[in-house]
T-cell receptor, first 115, second 115 residues
Framework: AQSVTQLDSHVSVSEGTPVLLRCNYS??????LFWYVQHPNKGLQLLLK??????LVKGINGFEAEFKKSETSFHLTKPSAHMSDAAEYFC?????????????FGTGTKLQVIP | DAGVIQSPRHEVTEMGQEVTLRCKPI?????LFWYRQTMMRGLELLIY????????DSGMPEDRFSAKMPNASFSTLKIQPSEPRDSAVYFC?????????????FGPGTRLTVL
C-alpha cells in the first residue's frame, strides 16, 4: 500500500527562522520521494527529489530533505525562511505497484512567513 | 521550451454541458499526467499516459470523464455531462521518464467552474 501523510496542514514561521515541514510515507516497494511547491494560482514546481541515492537531498532555494527509512519520513527543512517561501508544499511518494507507476500526493502544508 | 501548456486557463460552464480541457506536454517527454485539485480532496491523479497509451486510469472518477492522447504533443480531458462537483483546478504534467524516477513538470492549470 502506498500513502503519504503531511502532519501539518498549516505552518507559520517568522522570517529568518528555520522551516520544518513534516512528511511520513508508506510504500511496499523502494519509493521515490519528492517535494513540490505551489505558489498561489500557479502550477506545482519541483523543490527536490530522492531516488535511492544520497539520503540527504538538497533542492532549490535553500531547501533540503532527509530520507529516513527507519522512520519512514522525508521532512523538508530550510535554515532561514524568506517571505517568498510562503506557499503550499506537497510531499509525494512514487513506486511501482503491480507493474504500474503509482503516485500519491500528500494533502499539502501551507507555509506562512511572518515579517 | 515553453513548458507544459494548458488551455483554457479558466472555464465557466453550466451543468450538463460538455467540457474539453487541453494539454501540450514538453517536447520529448513521453509521460503525461492529468490531475484534479480541490479543497476537499487535495491533488488527485486522474490518469497517465506513456507514449500516448493510457497506463493507469484508476483515478478517473466516473464514466463522464474521458481522456485521450492522439499524438505525442496533445492530450484532452473531457467531461460530459459536467456537474457542479466537477468544479476544480485541473493540472496536466509531463515527464521524460516514469514518475518514479523523474521530475514531473506541471502546467499552470485550468480552473473549471460548473454552475
Amino acid at each position: 500500500a502506498q500513502s503519504v501523510t503531511q502532519l501539518d496542514s498549516h505552518v507559520s514561521v517568522s522570517e529568518g527562522t528555520p522551516v520544518l515541514l513534516r512528511c511520513n510515507y508508506s510504500s511496499s516497494y523502494s519509493p521515490s520521494l519528492f517535494w513540490y511547491v505551489q505558489h498561489p494560482n500557479k502550477g506545482l514546481q519541483l523543490l527536490l527529489k530522492y531516488t535511492s541515492a544520497a539520503t540527504l537531498v538538497k533542492g532549490i532555494n535553500g531547501f533540503e530533505a532527509e530520507f529516513k527509512k527507519s522512520e519512514t519520513s522525508f521532512h523538508l527543512t530550510k535554515p532561514s525562511a524568506h517571505m517568498s517561501d510562503a506557499a503550499e508544499y506537497f510531499c509525494v511518494v512514487s513506486d511501482e505497484t503491480g507493474g504500474y507507476q503509482k503516485v500519491t500526493f500528500g494533502t499539502g502544508t501551507k507555509l506562512q512567513v511572518i515579517p | 521550451d515553453a513548458g507544459v501548456i494548458q488551455s483554457p486557463r479558466h472555464e465557466v460552464t453550466e451543468m450538463g454541458q460538455e467540457v474539453t480541457l487541453r494539454c501540450k506536454p514538453i517536447s520529448g517527454h513521453d509521460y503525461l499526467f492529468w490531475y484534479r485539485q480541490t479543497m476537499m480532496r487535495g491533488l488527485e491523479l486522474l490518469i497517465y499516459f506513456n507514449n500516448n497509451v493510457p497506463i493507469d486510469d484508476s483515478g478517473m472518477p466516473e464514466d463522464r470523464f474521458s481522456a485521450k492522447m492522439p499524438n505525442a504533443s496533445f492530450s484532452t480531458l473531457k467531461i460530459q455531462p459536467s456537474e457542479p462537483r466537477d468544479s476544480a483546478v485541473y493540472f496536466c504534467a509531463s515527464s521524460f521518464r516514469a514518475a518514479g524516477t523523474d521530475t514531473q513538470y506541471f502546467g499552470p492549470g485550468t480552473r473549471l467552474t460548473v454552475l
